[in-house]
């Protein structure tokens, strides 16, 4: 069975720290994918990587930092968390090739206060 | 560009009725289109997809038919449940070549069905 496992489901966090959200994926793929989700405006993509320490912007990178060591980990960072960063956060996988599926975590909900 | 866009929600129906959640796209290139759920409290779950014109993806009841000609993906169902209350969001692979699997969403419709 496919699994995409985010490390934290909720977490709260003061104005200004940095927050690392860690996902972890056992399907071997090579995309993975950081989507953040706020009502009314779907899921936007945040950062994506294709391969291992390689690492592209999405739609709405201002704000965060990615990182990919290993094939399975891929790690979002806000280097000082701000309100308007309060989100739910999504991790997803796919291998690559056209029409994959993306696989999801179940989401980190992170409130900054 | 690569955009999609659904019905506004939120949609709520008795148990049985029947569901329609429109959703259009961009026709930028030969997209794949997929239909996500995702439940409350949980990840979006893949829910059907179809890579090509006139394909037709289903699964649990639900069903969408690729409409190149009016660049539609509409979601139906014909008697929903009250598990069927979730938020429901219409997605297509990016146009490029180097895409990478990248998906563009809609906005998400949330269906609550009353018993």
């Known amino acids: 069975d496919v699994k995409v496992t985010q490390s934290s489901r909720y977490l709260v966090k003061r104005t200004g720290e940095k927050v690392f959200l860690e996902c972890v994926q056992d399907?071997?793929?090579?995309?993975m994918f950081w989507y953040r989700q706020d009502p009314g405006l779907g899921l936007r993509l945040i950062y994506f990587?294709?391969?291992?320490?390689?690492?592209e912007k999405g739609d709405i990178p201002e704000g965060y930092s990615v990182s990919r060591e290993k094939k399975e980990r891929f790690s979002l960072i806000l280097e000082s968390a701000s309100t308007n960063q309060t989100s739910m956060y999504l991790c997803?996988?796919?291998?690559?090739?056209?029409?994959?599926?993306?696989?999801f975590g179940e989401g980190s909900w992170l409130t900054v206060v | 560009g690569n955009s999609v866009t659904q019905m506004e929600g939120p949609v709520t129906l008795s148990e049985e009725a029947f569901l329609t959640i429109n959703c259009t796209y961009t026709?930028?290139?030969?997209?794949?289109l997929f239909w996500y759920v995702q439940y409350p409290g949980e990840g979006l779950q893949l829910l059907l997809k179809?890579?090509?014109?006139?394909d037709k993806g289903s699964n649990k009841g639900f069903e969408a038919t690729y409409r190149k000609e009016t660049t539609s993906f509409h979601l139906e169902k014909g008697s929903v449940q009250v598990s069927d209350s979730a938020v429901y969001f219409c997605?297509?692979?990016?146009?490029?070549?180097?895409?990478?699997?990248?998906?563009?969403f809609g906005q998400g419709t949330i269906l609550t069905v009353h018993p």
């Open positions: 179809a890579t090509k014109a006139d």
């Open positions: 399907m071997d793929h090579e995309n």
């Open positions: 997605a297509r692979t990016n146009a490029g070549g180097t895409s990478y699997g990248k998906l563009t």
């Open positions: 990587s294709y391969d291992v320490k390689m690492k």
């Open positions: 997803a996988s796919s291998a690559t090739g056209g029409g994959n599926t993306i696989y």
């Open positions: 026709a930028t290139g030969y997209p794949s």
